[in-house]
Structures are given as structure tokens and as C-alpha cells.
């Protein structure tokens, strides 16, 4: 060997050593922000010793002897586990992620700053009743204890931040985001850019609809409808002012996303005691939006999902009570087209010209010069179509549910206490936004069904399209009171199904909303509950799984007919004996969720590419008709079987197909997890994994490419089933990911196998029966 070969292996070797102690000594900075989960701690804030028990998932149990304790130690395990995500968060609800993140984030932070978070949880910390208000203050003092540690998190080392203390307000800051994350606006931006560009008459087809012979949550008394799903659309004004405003990005018309929840009563299920399942379906995101955690103080015993930020466990049960959410789909937010005057200090209103606020806005940008612009603010709410420009006529106002001030922390706390129907009702009106279907069951053996929130009364219309604010007539009269939200309890059914699908029938005599989600999932569950007679916990976890897509059983026939007519047999066999499950070890899913994307396309594309509404959608194809499947951008005429065709064409064009699990995948994504070589070295995302589901099965998981391969970013942000007839050993929770939201932890992702096979993890209400594996003592700081 050359002594020139020997010194470049000595130098490549040297280099190799370099680099291996370098990502060593990396690794060991970022392990050291690890928290240990047992030991003896000093909290600043606390009265008197807490326990905190934690099990093999690192799920905490926490014992205290006064409510202040308890809430302060919710606090300080909740920065301790999740103070990057808590921060994230209260940065993004105040307008500030350039902060950390620099000029990027500049765009995202004027749009939540237009939308108000942090006016709005001021005005809710204010309503906030005298318990409520004690526990997000102890919150408070538990968070800023372990801020005063200054053990910071990975992701903060990464960015170079220092958490500020946190303040009452910034829990409900956290509320306010995750309320915008769940608003309805019924497509009305959507439909108002359709109507400027096709006309009232055509814009008229893409109206959402919602089946006539569908289910619907309590108007049918929780019948099983078996009908076609063929919907009309519903009514959407005939006109829109012009010239139109400069539109908002379309993440303002955003709507809810989706979720299950049902309820069986005590007749038909085994233990003779009800039994309610809950998964709500959010971004899958890493860390989980959730927290799992369990409640111990006198008078207070509760388990389940909190949200790191907020002092009150938001989905669970505690001995005696159970209740689960999904997003109600209310048609919470109105765009109001103002008309200003030519120095844009006044705005037209129906009783003449009005003061506009000019708020100033400075964004601080890291590595950047700050950012400074003004805002308008008019009686209709804030101006958010973009910026603010002073020769502009007109401009659109956002009005929205959340802006009316509300106590929706009072509401959780009084939920965590319930233990009777009395109980638990009694806390639904206060429980205004986000709006909720809330599903309930108690030991005693009764069931309900409440839509909790606040449903907008207008003066004319349905919130359709933006209104001018110089007529008034989109104006909001009043909220619907409390006894004419729509409510059940103990149906002869025997049943409660919810899952974002109408909630009343024809008759109910106020709008709730036009933007459902498509049935499919309501009709697939009361397809499985509606038989059963015993009923348990184990098997509503099971239906939890369920892949069967109600909408490929109703449509494979036709994709079977276009590949038949395409000589293709034998996939057109392979589709009529399918039995519409998306399993990962079926090929038929691809093959027809491929179909699908392609054929949506096909119908869009020639007339109105930048938006592909599915209600309207699939109605055209249960009816089998609609002059969108005619092709405007060639000769011929095109019907559903001939774009049927060219759709399956595209399909059967490309190789084999592969099983859905090959091309169906989730990724739980972190904020950081895209940065180049970092991301992969922490371990910051979790995923990507083989997924199973579709858009419209129970257990969900939906994706808009149009060709594979497919990625789901949303799911089941939580299960949770419990049955009231043994609460601490039947059913339970699960996460998506973990419990912290330190990806070197052993419990940031050790949750997800099990959430994969459809496991639950009891969280016992009986302290006596947890199943400690570290014990953490937090005391007093010594006097």
C-alpha cells in the first residue's frame, strides 16, 4: 500500500471519528433535555406534596389533596412532557411563529393576527366563572415552575428560543386555536370565487347537499336509513355583489375535520350498563394533540384526553360518567363585504357610515427586520383579505361564533365532576365554541345526545355566500337558546350515533348548517350497532377499525363496468367480489380509490380545476347524471360511463396494482421533522407506516393525490370506549403517538404500535388499581 493510499484511509478514518463524536455528543445534549419520570421534584406554587404515579406508557396519575394542587401539577407535567407544542401553539393563536422560525412564517402570522385569537381569549378570560378561573391561574404557577427550571426542550435548544412565562390567558389562547381548527363556514368563500366565475346558475351545482334519505342524528330518532344517497343541493344565493373583494386564501374557508362517537344503552349491551365510544378524527400530528392523563383530588376523579395548555381532562369519564365530542359542523363563520370610504376610515353600515379601528400590527421576525403593517377592524368583525391596501373599495369581514365571549373551561371542569345526567346537562350550556355534538352515558344507565355551541340566527338567507354589510341582511339576530338546540335522551332506538353527518331531518324549523360531512361513516355504524343485542366494549373498539367504505360498495359497479367495457374482465370481476374494505393487503382499494381521484378530475378539470366539492360530486354519480361529465374542452359529448372510462383507462394504464397497503401511508409530522439531516436524526416525525381506511370509513383515514402514492396526514387522534358497568377494566384510551413530546423519551412514540392494532390502555379511575412503574413526588418548596 502507498504511504498516499495509507494517509487518505488514515484521514477518512480520522473523519469517520470526527463525525461519530460529533452525532454522539449531539445526541447526548438533546437526550439531557429528557425529563425523568420519577424522583422527588420541588414545584414553586404547590401547598402541599402531589404523587404522581406513572405506568409503563408513562400515562400520569396524579394524586393531590387540594383542586390548586392539582391543577398547578397538571401544569408543571404538562410543560415538563409538551412545553415546545404548548408554546408552538400560544405563538400561532398570538400572530408570532416568525419569532421562531423566521420570514416564512411571516404570511401564517398575519393571517392569525387578522383573525383576533388573542382579543377573543381575553374576552373569555374575563366570562370565565371563579373555579374555572382558579385552576387556569394554578395552571398557570405549575407551568411557570418548571419554565423556572430551565430544562428546555430539544426543539427549543434547536431554535434558540427561551419560553416567556405562561399566563391564564394563553390557556384559553389554546381553546381559541383549536375552535378555528374546527369552524364551518359552509363553503362560502369556496362558492362566492365559483359564483365570480361561472354565474350564479352553474356555481348553483356546486352547492353542498346532504341526502335526503341519509342518517340524520336525532330527527330520525336514530333510525337506520338503508336508502340511496343521492342529495339535493341546498339553496345558495343567487347573486354576488360586484366588483367582489380580493378573496381570502382558501385556509379561511376552512371546515371541520371529522370524527365518530355513538352511545348504546343498557338493553343492548352485555353488562347491562351503557357503553360510548369516541375518536375523534384531528391532524395526525407528533407530538399528539392529546394528553392522557388521570385527575386525583377530593371531589375530583376523572381520566382521560387532556390538551397541553388547557387544566381540564376534555374527553373521558370518571366512575359514574362518560361523554365523547365530534365537530357538530354548525355554519359558525360569515364573510361580510364592506364598503369603505376613499381614506378607508369609515365603513358603510345599514344605518349609515361607521368608525373603522386601524389596528398596528409589528411582527418580529428571527433574522429579520420586523414586519409593520396596519389592520382594519370593522363592527362586523376584523378585515382578513389580506393586506390591508388604502385604495381599495371593498374588503371582507370575518364574523365568527368565538367572538361572543363564552366559558367553555367552566363547562369541561363541571363535564370532569358530573356524576348524574342532572349533573352533565347542566354544563352543556356553557359549552359554546367550538360547536360539539356531545354524546353521554352514565351508570345509571341513561344516554343523551346534546348539540353543544351556538347556532347563529340570521336575518335573511343562510350564510351561503358573503353579504354586503350596508344592507344588514346577513346580520346575526340571535343564537338559537338552549331549549331549541337539538337534544335526545334515551331514544327507543336504543342507540346515539354521531359522526359529523345532519343533525336534524326537514322539519326542524332553524339552519343549522349545509356543510355536512358525507354519511357514509354514520351509515357504516349503525349498520354494526343497530343489530347487536350484547353489545361490549371489545367489540365497539373492533368497530372502531372498521375499513368497510360504504361508498365503494354503492360505486365499485360502476368502476367494474368501465374496465369491463375497457376488455379488462378481470379486474372488473375482482371489483364486483371486493368487499369495499380498504385492507392494506388488498389490491382492489388502489385500484379503485385511484379510479376515483382520476374520475373527479376528469369531471372538474375542464370547467373549475381549483376546487372538486364531493357532496355535489357524488350525488351526480348515485343519480348517474350531471352536465359537468360533459368534457366543454372537446367536440363530443361525454356522460358518467364515457368519463367512467377514460378514468379507468388512466388506471389500468400504469403496472399492476399494488396491495393499498404498499401505496396507503400516515406520517405523523413535528414541526421540525422536514429539516434536512435534523429531522431524521431526532427522530422528530413518526411514520411513515401502512395505512388502512379510506375517506370515507369508520376508522378514517383520507388522502388528495390523485394518483398513488396516497398519504393520509388525518385519523384518530384519540379512541376511547368505556363501559359503564366496569369502568377500570373494560375499554380505554389510546393515543397515536405517545405521552411526551420529546422524541428521545421512550413514550414520544410507544403508543403508536398499539394504536395501529387497535388497542386500548385502561386508565383506571381507582388510583388503588395503577400499575405504577415510576413514581414522581412533587413538594412544596421548603419555607
Known amino acids: 500500500m502507498t504511504r498516499g493510499r495509507r494517509r487518505l484511509l488514515w484521514g477518512l478514518g480520522a473523519a469517520f471519528l470526527v463525525v461519530f ?39 400520569p396519575h396524579i394524586v393531590a389533596r387540594t383542586d390548586d394542587d392539582l391543577f398547578a401539577s397538571l401544569g408543571y407535567l404538562h410543560a415538563r412532557d409538551r412545553m415546545w407544542e404548548m408554546d408552538l401553539m400560544r405563538h400561532l393563536a398570538e400572530g408570532r411563529v416568525s419569532e421562531l422560525v423566521g420570514s416564512r412564517a411571516v404570511g401564517l402570522d398575519r393571517t392569525y393576527r387578522a383573525l383576533e385569537m388573542k382579543r377573543i381569549a381575553r374576552a373569555k378570560l374575563a366570562v370565565t366563572g371563579p373555579e374555572a378561573r382558579r385552576a387556569v391561574e394554578a395552571y398557570a404557577r405549575g407551568v411557570n415552575a418548571w419554565l423556572s427550571r430551565d430544562q428546555r426542550a430539544p426543539e427549543f435548544r434547536l431554535v434558540g428560543h427561551t419560553p416567556e412565562p405562561w399566563t391564564p390567558v394563553n390557556s384559553i389562547e389554546i381553546g381559541v386555536v383549536e375552535a378555528w381548527d374546527l369552524h364551518t363556514s359552509g363553503a362560502e368563500l369556496a362558492m362566492a370565487r365559483a359564483v365570480a366565475r361561472l354565474g350564479p346558475e352553474k356555481a348553483r351545482d356546486l352547492a353542498p347537499s346532504y341526502p335526503d334519505s341519509a342518517p340524520v342524528i336525532v330527527g330520525a330518532g336514530g333510525r337506520l336509513e338503508t336508502g340511496h344517497l343521492a342529495g339535493r343541493p341546498a339553496p345558495v344565493v343567487s347573486r354576488f355583489s360586484a366588483p367582489g373583494p380580493r378573496l381570502p386564501s382558501p385556509d379561511l374557508d376552512g371546515r371541520g375535520d371529522a370524527s365518530n362517537s355513538w352511545v348504546i344503552g343498557p338493553a343492548k349491551t352485555a353488562s347491562g350498563k351503557p357503553i360510548l365510544a369516541n375518536d375523534p378524527h384531528l391532524v395526525l400530528r407528533a407530538p399528539s394533540i392529546w394528553y392522557l392523563a388521570a385527575l386525583h383530588a377530593p371531589g375530583f376523579d376523572v381520566v382521560g384526553a387532556t390538551i397541553p395548555g388547557i387544566p381540564a381532562v376534555v374527553l373521558g ?73 388604502p385604495d381599495s373599495g371593498r374588503v371582507l369581514a370575518l364574523r365568527w361564533v368565538a367572538q361572543t365571549p363564552s366559558d367553555e373551561l ?30 353521554f352515558a352514565d351508570a345509571g344507565g341513561d344516554i343523551a345526545y346534546y348539540l353543544g355551541g351556538r347556532v347563529p340566527v340570521r336575518r335573511k338567507g343562510n350564510g351561503g355566500l358573503p353579504t354586503p354589510g350596508w344592507t344588514g341582511e346577513g346580520a346575526w339576530e340571535r343564537f338559537l337558546s338552549d331549549a331549541e338546540l337539538p337534544r335526545m335522551r334515551n331514544p327507543r332506538a336504543g342507540f346515539i350515533v354521531t359522526a359529523n353527518n345532519r343533525i336534524e331531518g326537514n322539519r326542524f324549523p332553524f339552519f343549522i348548517s349545509s356543510d355536512w360531512e358525507l354519511p357514509y361513516r354514520a351509515q357504516r355504524i349503525l349498520e354494526m350497532v343497530a343489530p347487536e343485542s350484547s353489545a361490549t366494549a371489545a367489540g365497539e373498539a373492533r368497530h372502531q377499525l372498521d375499513v368497510t367504505s ?24 375482482e371489483l364486483r367480489r371486493w368487499d369495499a374494505r380498504f385492507a392494506l393487503d388488498r389490491t382492489e382499494p388502489t385500484i379503485f380509490w385511484s379510479w376515483y381521484r382520476e374520475l373527479e378530475h376528469l369531471t372538474f378539470d375542464d370547467q373549475y380545476p381549483d376546487w372538486e366539492p364531493s357532496a ?10 350531471s352536465p359537468w361529465f360533459d368534457d366543454a374542452r372537446t367536440p363530443q359529448h361525454e356522460d358518467l360511463a364515457s368519463l367512467a372510462r377514460q378514468a379507468m383507462a388512466h388506471v389500468l394504464a400504469r403496472s399492476a396494482a399494488p396491495r393499498w397497503g404498499a401505496v396507503n401511508t400516515l406520517t405523523e409530522d413535528h414541526p421540525l421533522g422536514a429539516v434536512p439531516f435534523l429531522g431524521w436524526f431526532a427522530g422528530f416525525n413518526i411514520g411513515p407506516f401502512p395505512a388502512e381506511g379510506g375517506s370515507w370509513t369508520v376508522n378514517v383515514c383520507p388522502s388528495d393525490e390523485r394518483t398513488p402514492p396516497f398519504a393520509c396526514t388525518e385519523g384518530p387522534s384519540l379512541r376511547h370506549v368505556v363501559d359503564l358497568g366496569n369502568v377500570d377494566g373494560d375499554g380505554g384510551f389510546i393515543l397515536p403517538a405517545g405521552e411526551s413530546g420529546h422524541p428521545l423519551s421512550p413514550h414520544y412514540r410507544d403508543q403508536a404500535a398499539r394504536w395501529r392494532r387497535g388497542e386500548l390502555w385502561i386508565l383506571p379511575v381507582d388510583v388503588r388499581k395503577v400499575v405504577a412503574t415510576d413514581t414522581l413526588r412533587l413538594v412544596p418548596l421548603p419555607h
Request: net charge negative; no cysteine.
Open 317 to 389: 369519564h370518571n366512575a359514574r360518567v362518560a361523554w365523547g365530542f365530534t365537530n357538530g359542523m354548525v355554519d359558525d363563520v360569515d364573510f361580510v363585504i364592506e364598503q369603505l370610504d376613499r381614506d378607508s376610515t369609515h365603513v358603510r353600515t345599514p344605518s349609515g357610515w361607521a368608525p373603522v379601528d386601524v389596528v398596528a400590527e409589528t411582527i418580529q421576525v428571527k433574522g429579520a427586520a420586523p414586519v409593520v403593517y396596519r389592520r382594519l377592524r370593522t363592527p362586523d368583525g376584523p378585515v382578513v383579505n389580506g393586506e390591508w391596501r
Open 410 to 439: 367552566s363547562a369541561l371542569l363541571a363535564m370532569d365532576r358530573a356524576s348524574t345526567e342532572a349533573d352533565f346537562e347542566a354544563a352543556v350550556p356553557l359549552f359554546r365554541s367550538p360547536e360539539q355534538n356531545i354524546v
Open 616 to 625: 355535489p360530486f357524488h350525488h351526480w354519480l348515485a343519480v348517474g347524471a
Open 21 to 59: 463524536w460529533v452525532l454522539g455528543a449531539l445526541r447526548l445534549w438533546l437526550s439531557s433535555s429528557v425529563p425523568s419520570l420519577g424522583g422527588r421534584e420541588s414545584v414553586p406554587g404547590i401547598t402541599d406534596s402531589v404523587v404522581v404515579f406513572r405506568d409503563s406508557l408513562g400515562v
Open 550 to 573: 360504504v361508498f365503494a360498495r354503492a360505486t365499485a359497479p360502476l368502476a367494474a363496468r368501465a374496465a369491463e367495457s375497457l376488455g379488462r374482465v378481470d379486474v372488473a370481476n
